[in-house]
């Protein structure tokens, strides 16, 4: 009689979870969004952007006064302060206007100018100071940064008409970023619809678009900018003379931004999937825009990023030769005309405060469009 083998326990179950894959299910948008979050650089760009815009819409609340108002002329940046005249700590912070003294420099014979101590201009957030409309519509006279008592402070110094650098360079944001938008967003527009149409249809009509695409490029633009902004009058209008200025910028502009799509479109019109469109009757008005044009504007955002700066400084340059803003308007390069001569720049160098803005412009959306051009492009 056989001996009965031991019966063995059953086996564990092994249960077999599945993986779990959080991002499964995103979007190319969310997917570009997690990838630029990985980079600091890309996300500081996009902070400082963002900063920027807000510190144009609402320059009138960010301006510590009215840009407009003048003074005595040329004065130094007012330094903050956290102690009192006798040098102990205080939590309020507060600045000291210049004061003319009664001696007299030995040699220049004018009075010595030095900080009054006995009349300290306190400072806070939201206080009250000159009345504007915020976005143009509602009456306000609060302001994020200034003195308590209504007291011209000027951090980064006066020009030589005695305004504030400081608040002409936040209202010269709006001149200067609207200009840089409003240019890439005509040259995107132009440019995108040519390049797609041209590299589409090929043959003798990409041709002919491409000779005079080509024509355009040649043209030495600075040269072009300066003659053709001379043809306005100097009476023009303010407005006018802007738009033109901005219509000069887009038509030299866009032509590259084209080469660039059209590139694009000659490898997107060779895919599969364009093909089958093309099979099954699809029109060319469909294919451009449900198959084409969206593949293209990842390389599109990135272009306009990297584009805005570009206008930013072209305006800087060209307001700095009187060419881009006539006054009573603001921009950064319009208010670099003071630094002409270095006797100026030397004598007073605070009003090179502009060239911290444009600094700062050019590196945020340089930053942010290098971020970008990584994260939507998975290669």
């Known amino acids: 009689m056989l001996a009965r083998e031991p019966s063995l326990p059953p086996p564990p179950e092994i249960s077999v979870e599945k993986e779990k894959r959080p991002h499964g299910n995103e979007s190319y948008l969310a997917l570009v969004w997690r990838r630029l979050r990985r980079s600091w650089t890309g996300m500081a760009g996009l902070i400082l952007v963002v900063l920027l815009v807000l510190m144009a819409v609402f320059a009138d609340f960010f301006a510590p006064m009215d840009p407009k108002v003048t003074d005595v002329g040329f004065a130094p940046p007012q330094m903050m302060s956290f102690h009192d005249k006798d040098g102990n700590f205080v939590f309020q912070p507060r600045v000291y206007a210049l004061a003319d003294s009664a001696e007299l420099d030995p040699v220049t014979f004018q009075p010595v100018v030095g900080p009054d101590y006995d009349n300290p201009r306190l400072l806070g957030f939201f206080v009250k100071g000159a009345d504007y409309r915020l976005l143009g519509l509602i009456p306000a006279n609060r302001h994020f940064f200034a003195s308590t008592d209504g007291q011209p402070v000027h951090f980064l110094g006066t020009d030589k008409f005695g305004r504030d650098v400081l608040a002409r360079a936040i209202y010269g944001s709006r001149i200067s970023l609207m200009i840089a938008l409003t240019v890439v967003f005509i040259v995107t527009v132009i440019g995108t619809t040519v390049g797609m ?82 099979a099954v009757g699809a029109t060319d008005r469909r294919i451009i825009m449900q198959h084409i044009f969206p593949n293209v504007m990842s390389h599109v955002i990135v272009a306009v990023t990297l584009a805005i700066p570009s206008v930013v400084l072209l305006e800087s340059f060209l307001g700095f030769l009187g060419f881009a803003v006539k006054p009573p308007l603001i921009s950064w390069g319009l208010m670099l005309q003071d630094t002409a001569t270095y006797s100026v720049i030397g004598t007073y160098p605070w009003i090179l405060a502009p060239v911290g803005f444009v600094l700062v412009t050019v590196f945020a959306f340089n930053a942010l469009g290098d971020g970008l051009r990584d994260a939507v492009d998975p290669y």
């Not at 355009?216 to 009476?235: D, E, G, I, K, N």
């Open 197 to 278: 149409v041209s590299g589409y249809f090929g043959g003798t009509f990409d041709v002919w678009v491409q000779r005079f695409v080509e024509l355009v490029l040649a043209f030495p633009q600075l040269p072009l900018y300066l003659a053709l902004t001379s043809l306005v009058p100097v009476t023009a209008p303010t407005n006018v003379f802007l738009a033109f200025v901005i219509i000069i910028m887009s038509a030299l502009g866009w032509a590259q931004m084209s080469r660039e799509v059209r590139g694009k479109t000659l490898a997107l019109a060779r895919i599969d999937y364009v093909r089958a469109a093309m």
